[in-house]
Nanobody, 126 residues
């Protein structure tokens, strides 16, 4: 089992940047595909970005492509998402997830991930 703890959320003005971190417990971090999702009030949890076991492959939602960058440090059991050029519509609770499947042939859903953190709030003011 993996326990995930996110950090780095906060309030930022439109156009600003934030870096979220997610640290996992245990010694099996490198066995998991890691992903970031977000959920705005009244909306379903949506995929943001994913990174493969070694970090060699990444995937992004169209809405964040070119603005967000996902990365991981397996030595530190940590996955990051650097968020630049933030927009008010990026406001949401951001969750990291750990899973075992690398999905490329269909849309990634929260059901593809087995473990979740508690979330961190990101608020972008206009």
């Amino acid at each position: 089992q993996v326990q995930l703890v996110e950090s780095g959320g906060g309030l930022v003005q439109a156009g600003g940047s934030l870096r979220l971190s997610c640290t996992a417990s245990g010694r099996t971090f490198r066995r998991y595909v890691m992903g970031w999702f977000r959920q705005a009030p009244g909306k379903e949890r949506e995929f943001v970005a994913a990174i493969s076991w070694s970090g060699g492959s990444t995937l992004y939602a169209d809405s964040v492509k070119g603005r967000f960058t996902i990365s991981r440090d397996n030595a530190k059991n940590t996955v990051y998402v650097q968020m630049n050029s933030l927009k008010p519509e990026d406001t949401a609770v951001y969750y990291c997830g750990a899973g075992t499947r690398w999905v490329t042939t269909r849309a990634i859903s929260s059901g593809d991930y087995d473990y979740w953190g508690q979330g961190t709030q990101v608020t972008v003011s206009s």
